[in-house]
């Protein structure tokens, strides 16, 4: 995968340690920011990325940012491989105290996966038959 880095600020993508399953993605902004309750905004990440055909990216929230009550706006971004403009940080404040976002601060984390060749979707008029069967949300009982 190529990272094109937009800010100079920016150290080499990579993950914090050999069992992370992302990237971290940076606050590209020049002061600080406050979010009010209830309030979102898109944030620049500062780079530009290049993921190979049958595979995305997915962006979430990093878990320490989280407990805080900064969310992304739509939960999870999802980056499509032939997508090539700025990774934008959509985030929104769900908690009831304001949020300050510092320059530079590691907001994000970018995980990317592989998918299928949605070429080889077929048309059924019934699927196979599984133990689970059509039980949804409960159907375990917990």
Not at 13 to 27: E, F, M, Q, R
Not at 48 to 56: F, G, N, S
Not at 111 to 127: M, R, T
Request: proline share 6%.
């Amino acid at each position: 995968m190529k990272i094109q880095l937009l800010d100079k600020r920016l150290p080499k993508p990579k993950p914090a340690t050999i069992y992370s399953a992302g990237i971290d993605l940076h606050a590209c902004i020049d002061t600080p920011l406050t979010l009010l309750p209830g309030d979102s905004k898109k944030l620049n990440s500062g780079i530009k990325v290049a993921i190979p055909t049958y595979w995305y990216g997915e962006m979430h929230i990093r878990s320490s940012i989280g407990m805080i009550g900064l969310n992304l706006m739509n939960s999870v971004g999802i980056i499509d491989s032939d997508y090539r403009g700025e990774i934008m940080i959509p985030v929104y404040n769900r908690s009831n105290i304001q949020i300050a976002i510092n320059p530079m601060q590691r907001i994000a984390q970018l995980v990317i996966s592989q998918h299928l060749d949605y070429g080889y979707i077929q048309v059924v008029k019934s699927l196979d038959v599984t133990e689970r069967g059509e039980g949804g949300f409960g159907h375990t009982g917990e």
